[in-house]
């Protein structure tokens, strides 16, 4: 039972959940490019569909088409159906779309709220294991376990980083080439798998294989991206800002620990 009530919001929590306000600001070199598609698709969207709706029903898609991936090859060095591949391209790029109009929906229908807001959050950083294992299977990257669980582990460690910065500053900041260009290049390799086979990844140039050039341009990406967000952790201090929705046990202890 004492479990259970410490995880009970207190009432400077509650307070700061009604006053949270969502902001967010972006660079994104795509996102300009797709706000045509985002908001002719959002104008089709019937008024009675809720926001959180739409994202989950985005996240099960998502779910499912990376199953399929996983059923053909479960430890990511069987060759997956060039299909199946296909499928999960469609599976990320109908996640993305959906992922982007649930807030405009929400605005739309004047639902919007901070609950809502942390719905969304929490379905992202569940599809980002599903995005992340996707990928890795249809490159075959089961072949270099620990390469694989880097691989993945960079994926986490970015999404945790983009909410620590923006509990930090209050803004959740997205860069020229952030989250919406890294889905679109997984789904780039989905389709490279589907068209090429997942064995084009083995291919030699010179003496390295293709994979691994594709590993080095996100690790290089990833380490940039870590840098900015780094730097706004850093002189932000930790919860400096307090302009976040309820903070979790789990934070505050990662708080504590850093000096917060």
């Known amino acids: 039972m004492q479990f259970y009530k410490e995880r009970i919001l207190n009432a400077a929590q509650l307070k700061r959940l009604s006053e949270h306000k969502y902001s967010c600001t972006s660079a994104s070199i795509l996102d300009a490019w797709l706000q045509p598609w985002w908001c002719w698709l959002v104008s089709k969207t019937p008024l009675w569909l809720a926001p959180n709706l739409i994202t989950i029903l985005g996240l099960l898609i998502n779910i499912v088409t990376t199953l399929i991936l996983v059923w053909y090859s479960p430890d990511a060095r069987q060759d997956p159906p060039r299909w199946a591949c296909a499928l999960c391209a469609?599976?990320?790029?109908v996640y993305q779309s959906l992922d982007a109009i649930d807030g405009?929906?929400?605005?739309?229908?004047?639902?919007?709220?901070?609950?809502?807001?942390?719905?969304?959050h929490g379905c992202d950083s569940i599809s980002t294991v599903f995005i992340a294992l996707g990928a890795c299977i249809a490159v075959k990257l089961g072949e270099y376990p620990t390469w694989m669980f880097f691989q993945c582990f960079c994926a986490m460690t970015l999404f945790y980083c983009a909410h620590w910065q923006a509990y930090v500053t209050g803004t959740l900041k997205m860069g020229r080439i952030d989250v919406t260009e890294a889905q679109y290049s997984i789904m780039v390799i989905h389709l490279i798998s589907a068209i090429l086979g997942p064995d084009f990844w083995a291919t030699q140039v010179g003496s390295i294989e293709v994979r691994y050039s594709l590993g080095g341009v996100a690790v290089?990406?990833?380490?940039?991206s870590l840098g900015t967000l780094a730097a706004a952790i850093v002189a932000g201090g930790v919860g400096k800002n307090g302009s976040t929705?309820?903070?979790?046990?789990?934070l505050r202890f990662l708080n504590w620990v850093l000096g917060g």
Request: hydrophobic share 45%; charged share 15%; glycine share 12%.
């Open 90 to 93: 469609l599976g990320v790029f």
């Open 104 to 120: 405009k929906q929400a605005r739309r229908t004047g639902s919007q709220s901070p609950l809502g807001e942390l719905f969304d």
């Open 220 to 224: 290089v990406g990833a380490a940039l």
């Open 245 to 250: 929705v309820a903070v979790s046990a789990p």
